[in-house]
């Protein structure tokens, strides 16, 4: 698998180049991404990938965080929302 295979259009490498980008649109990016996604790639494979990529040289950045959000990597603060927060649950 490669860049091109899974980011056929761009789309996370130009999230990178957007100066001051939110982690907000990089969330909307990356599911635009992730629907364009050809039938039968591995998502979880896919987002090694660009992990791999993108994240060692730019951790901070906010796509970085959606990546490593994407496989389930950021540390849980622990904070519940929702009904469960309110209603200690």
Known sequence: MTLDEIDRVGL???SYRIADIYIGECRSIFLDWALKLPDG???????ALLIETYCKKTPK???????QEGLGKVQNTGRRGGRAARFGE
Do not use: G, N
């Open 12 to 14: 996370i490498a130009e």
């Open 41 to 47: 790639v591995d998502q979880r494979a896919a987002i």
């Open 61 to 67: 950045h906010p796509m970085s965080i959606v990546l």
